[in-house]
C-alpha cells in the first residue's frame, strides 16, 4: 500500500471545499448547469438519466480495507446500497444527490480517497496491472511508476483542458493484465541490456467511435526520463489535437492522421527541449515513493499446506480453486480472484454489505488489501494457501465464491440504457440473460477461456471492440439493435474484433451467442484450443455462416 504524505492529504481537503462552494453555488442558482458542468466533470460527477452519477478514482487499483469500507458507506448513505466497479479502476455510484456529494467526497477524503479528474478533459485515473507486485516474473512493481504519474499529472496546468480525455495504464509483466494497447499511452516496464529500467512506450490506443490499437513510439524511455517523455507526448498533442471536433479530438486521431514516424518526430523535437530540464527524476525521488509503499511480512510457508490437501477432496472447493486462485511470487501465498459476475447479476456490482464483509476477509487474510482489476473484478493479493478453504466458505455466503473467472459467463459490461445517457441500447438485462444461458460450470469448463464484453452504445465503455466476443449496442429506426463481432483481445497481442454481419435484435442476443459457442465447440481441432485459436485459424466465415443460416 501507499502511504499518503501531509500534501496529498491537503491536496485532497482543498478539493473538497472547493468543490462544496461550487455545489453551494450551483444550488443557488449562482452558476448555470453550462458555467457548473466542467467543474462537476474535474470531480467525477456526471448528469445521467436519472440523476447525477459520482466516479470514485481506485488509483492503479489499489484498496485499503478502511478505504473500502468508505466506499461501502458511501453507498449505503448517499446511494442505493450498492456501488459499480468499471473496466478503469474506478467505481461508480448512480443515484447520489447533488446536494449530498460534498459530504460523499469529505467522508471519502478521509481515507484518501477522491474523484479528481476521474472524467472531463484531463488525465484520468492512472491504472496498472491487478497483480502488481505480487505476480512471478514481472520486472518490479509498476505501481511506483504509476503513483509518480499520477502525482505529476493531477491537476497539471497545462494538461488539464486537452483537446479530449487522456488514459495512461502500465504494466510489467509479460501477460498484459492493464489492457495498455488500448490506451492513450501504454508503458511496459523492462531492462534494457545494461539492466537499467525503462519503459517500451506506445502511443495511440483507444476504442470508441473510432477504435486503434496503439503503437510503439519509442522501444526504449530510461526511467529517470519517463515524466519528461510524457510531457512531450502531451504537449504534441494539446498543441496540434483538433478541439473542433469531438468525434476526432482523442490522440488516436491524431497519430493515425499524422502517422506514427511523424508523430515520433514531433514527440522527439519536443522532448529534446525538456529531458535533461527539471522534469528528469532524480533516484532519490523514486526511492520515496517505493518507500512509501509497504509490503506484507511473508511467514515462510509449505507449498502445499495440509487444509489445502484435504480441501482437495471437496469438488466444490476445488472448481473454485482451479478458477480463481493463481500462483503468487512468494511460496506459500496465492492471488485471489472475487468474481463480481454472478448468475443473473450486473456484471461489476457489489453490494455495501459485501463490501464491508470483504474488508473484513482482507484484514483477516489478505494483509488488509484489496485490488480492482479492468475485468470489473476484485482480487486478494496475499491470500495463504492454508487460508484457501476459509476463505472460499466465507466468499461462498456472501455470493461472491462463482467460479467463472477467464470463462464465458465473466462479462464485460457497461450500465448501458438502465443508467446512461449516452446510451442506445441495454447491456445489463443481455449480460443477466447470458450469464443464466451459461450457468452450468460443466460446460462453462468445456468451453474455456472465453471473454464477452458488451456496449450500450459507440463510446465502447465495455470494451466490445476487444472481447473475444464483442456486443454493441446502436438504435436503428427506434429499435435496440446488437452487432456482434468476434476475435478481438485486450492482452500483450491485442487485436480489434471482425464485425460477423448484420446487427440483430435484443431478444436475439444470447442465441447468436450460442450459435457461435456451438460453431466453436464444433470447430475446435481438440479439447485444448481456445476460442481464439480456433477464430485465428479459420477466420470468421465458419461462424458467420452458423450464426446466419435461419436468419
Known amino acids: 500500500?501507499?502511504?499518503?504524505?501531509?500534501?496529498?492529504?491537503?491536496?485532497?481537503?482543498?478539493?473538497?471545499?472547493?468543490?462544496?462552494?461550487?455545489?453551494?453555488?450551483?444550488?443557488?442558482?449562482?452558476?448555470?448547469?453550462?458555467?457548473?458542468?466542467?467543474?462537476?466533470?474535474?470531480?467525477?460527477?456526471?448528469?445521467?438519466?436519472?440523476?447525477?452519477?459520482?466516479?470514485?478514482?481506485?488509483?492503479?487499483?489499489?484498496?485499503?480495507?478502511?478505504?473500502?469500507?468508505?466506499?461501502?458507506?458511501?453507498?449505503?448513505?448517499?446511494?442505493?446500497?450498492?456501488?459499480?466497479?468499471?473496466?478503469?479502476?474506478?467505481?461508480?455510484?448512480?443515484?447520489?444527490?447533488?446536494?449530498?456529494?460534498?459530504?460523499?467526497?469529505?467522508?471519502?477524503?478521509?481515507?484518501?480517497i477522491h474523484a479528481m479528474q476521474t472524467s472531463g478533459n484531463n488525465m484520468r485515473n492512472v491504472t496498472s496491472d491487478q497483480w502488481a507486485g505480487v505476480a512471478p516474473g514481472e520486472i518490479e512493481d509498476p505501481r511506483i511508476w504509476s503513483e509518480l504519474i499520477r502525482q505529476h499529472t493531477t491537476l497539471h496546468p497545462e494538461f488539464s483542458f486537452l483537446p479530449r480525455k487522456f488514459k495512461i495504464a502500465i504494466t510489467a509483466s509479460d501477460h498484459d493484465r492493464a489492457a495498455i494497447k488500448i490506451h492513450d499511452i501504454g508503458l511496459r516496464l523492462i531492462k534494457n541490456e545494461k539492466g537499467e529500467t525503462g519503459f517500451e512506450v506506445l502511443v495511440g490506443g483507444g476504442l470508441g467511435r473510432t477504435p486503434f490499437i496503439a503503437k510503439t513510439i519509442k522501444h526504449f524511455v530510461h526511467g529517470r526520463d519517463i515524466l519528461s517523455y510524457i510531457e512531450a507526448i502531451l504537449r504534441v498533442y494539446n498543441q496540434y489535437g483538433r478541439r473542433d471536433n469531438i468525434y476526432k479530438a482523442r490522440i488516436k486521431i491524431l497519430v493515425h492522421e499524422l502517422g506514427i514516424e511523424k508523430f515520433s518526430r514531433e514527440v522527439e523535437d519536443e522532448w529534446q527541449h525538456i529531458r535533461n530540464s527539471s522534469l528528469q527524476i532524480d533516484d532519490e525521488v523514486i526511492e520515496d515513493i517505493r518507500s512509501r509503499f509497504t509490503y506484507p511480512a511473508y511467514e515462510k510457508l509449505p507449498h502445499m499446506p495440509d487444509e489445502l490437501r484435504q480441501a482437495a477432496a471437496d469438488p466444490d472447493f476445488e472448481a473454485w480453486r482451479k478458477n480463481s486462485v493463481a500462483p503468487h511470487k512468494v511460496q506459500g501465498y496465492s492471488i485471489v480472484t472475487i468474481s463480481l459476475k454472478p448468475t443473473g447479476g450486473p456484471p461489476g456490482d457489489a453490494t455495501a454489505e459485501q463490501m464491508d464483509a470483504l474488508a473484513d476477509l482482507a484484514d483477516k487474510y489478505s494483509f488488509g488489501e484489496i485490488r480492482v482489476g479492468h475485468e470489473q473484478n476484485l482480487a486478494l493479493p496475499h491470500v495463504a494457501k492454508r487460508d484457501l478453504p476459509a476463505l472460499w466458505k466465507a466468499l461462498d455466503k456472501l455470493g461472491l465464491a462463482t467460479p467463472n473467472v477467464n470463462l464465458i459467463t465473466d462479462i464485460i459490461a457497461c450500465p448501458g440504457l438502465d443508467y446512461c445517457s449516452l446510451a442506445n441500447a441495454r447491456s445489463i438485462p443481455i449480460a443477466q440473460e447470458l450469464t443464466r444461458r451459461f450457468a452450468n460450470h460443466e460446460l462453462a469448463n468445456l468451453i474455456g477461456r472465453l471473454h464477452i464484453n458488451i456496449s450500450g452504445c459507440i463510446n465502447a465503455c465495455g470494451h466490445h471492440h476487444v472481447g473475444h466476443i464483442g456486443i454493441l449496442g446502436v438504435e436503428k429506426n427506434g429499435e435496440e439493435v446488437y452487432q456482434i463481432t468476434i476475435g478481438g483481445r485486450a492482452d500483450e497481442n491485442a487485436a480489434l474484433g471482425t464485425l460477423i454481419g448484420p446487427g440483430v435484435k435484443f431478444d436475439e442476443v444470447?442465441?447468436?451467442?450460442?450459435?457461435?459457442?456451438?460453431?466453436?465447440?464444433?470447430?475446435?481441432?481438440?479439447?485444448?484450443?481456445?476460442?481464439?485459436?480456433?477464430?485465428?485459424?479459420?477466420?470468421?466465415?465458419?461462424?458467420?455462416?452458423?450464426?446466419?443460416?435461419?436468419?
Not at 481537503?13 to 474535474?42: A, C, H, M
Not at 460534498?102 to 484518501?112: N, S, T
Open 1 to 112: 500500500m501507499y502511504a499518503y504524505d501531509e500534501i496529498d492529504r491537503t491536496l485532497v481537503n482543498e478539493r473538497v471545499s472547493e468543490f462544496r462552494d461550487q455545489v453551494k453555488r450551483r444550488l443557488s442558482g449562482e452558476l448555470t448547469e453550462d458555467e457548473f458542468k466542467i467543474l462537476r466533470l474535474q470531480n467525477g460527477v456526471y448528469l445521467q438519466l436519472h440523476a447525477y452519477m459520482f466516479r470514485v478514482a481506485i488509483p492503479y487499483g489499489t484498496l485499503a480495507t478502511n478505504q473500502l469500507r468508505a466506499l461501502a458507506h458511501v453507498a449505503r448513505k448517499y446511494d442505493r446500497g450498492y456501488g459499480h466497479f468499471t473496466t478503469r479502476q474506478n467505481i461508480q455510484f448512480n443515484w447520489i444527490k447533488l446536494a449530498e456529494l460534498p459530504d460523499a467526497l469529505e467522508d471519502l477524503a478521509k481515507v484518501g
Open 510 to 551: 444470447a442465441d447468436v451467442v450460442e450459435d457461435i459457442v456451438e460453431a466453436y465447440l464444433a470447430l475446435r481441432e481438440r479439447p485444448e484450443e481456445l476460442f481464439m485459436d480456433t477464430v485465428k485459424r479459420l477466420g470468421v466465415e465458419p461462424f458467420k455462416e452458423r450464426v446466419y443460416a435461419t436468419r
